[in-house]
């Protein structure tokens, strides 16, 4: 029973099991939770020891907020609105239960679920925030909210600033901007990508003493060592427009600039990653697009699925 064993150390849990625990929990707090659900958790938690673990780990600590009700966590999470999934979630993050458990920095699969916005695979998404500031979220993006202050948790966004409002903060993982105008920022996995295409943006790192100005039409990148390789910007991304502009890009930059916008896996074999094609391809087709790869490049395409395309 999960109630009656003694709390697990968090060192002692494997990381695997931590990380299904983790994503039970968000399933069975998902309104979309069903009976099933519930029937599939309980033989993950029977399965092993290991899991049994995690999941009293995550249940003891959500306990101690009222959130959960010991054994009868499924219950109680499948009935939690949206905000007090939310306030579960930061309390795990903040007591580091889920760091804790081996979901390390890098990774942080479960962040996501602390946004208030999100948008899927392929989806984009516009948001007025009650300031004024105008949020255009691509594919795959993620965004905490708070008054004046935002946190990109994922993804990429365009954010428009209101005029008449208080420049708003915006939280990356390598550090914090205050905008005001207009500009674009993309995570990556050790970096942030920003361009500005009106106004100015205020860079603060915890690697310099100052923080930095970017004007318009100027973007860089931000990572642990600071913000650098500044660079002109010409025009804003194509994606706003429902397209990628490719000009001399690698083809295995472009397969994968595709892969955030469809389900599923795009191999490229190394022989022909180096191609290099030109043009404005529509997103609302990825399919078309990589059957059009043939007409234009030395290639071939082999699908075992469509979730499995390789490109040789």
Known sequence: MIGSRTPSAAADIDPQSAREAVGWLTQLMSE????????????????????????QHIATFSSRFS?????????????????????????LAGLGVVGACGIGAGALPWRPWLADYRTATGEQRQIMLDDGTRLLLNTQTAVSVMPQRLTLLSGEMMVTTAPESPPPGLVLPQGELVAQGRFSVRLWDAFSDIAVYHGKVNVHSPASAQSILIRAGYGGRLGAAGYGGEHRVSAEPGWQQGMILADSMRLDDFLAEVGRYRRGIIRCDSRVAGLRLSGAFPLNDTGAIIASLPGTLPVRIASVSPYLIMIS
């Open 32 to 55: 979309d939770a069903t009976a099933e659900d519930n029937v599939h958790w309980q033989s993950w938690l029977q399965a092993s020891e290991q899991n049994q673990r995690a999941w």
């Open 67 to 91: 959130l959960l009700n010991g054994s009868a966590a499924q219950r109680s999470l499948s009935h939690l609105p949206d905000r007090g999934r939310r306030r579960l979630l930061r309390s």
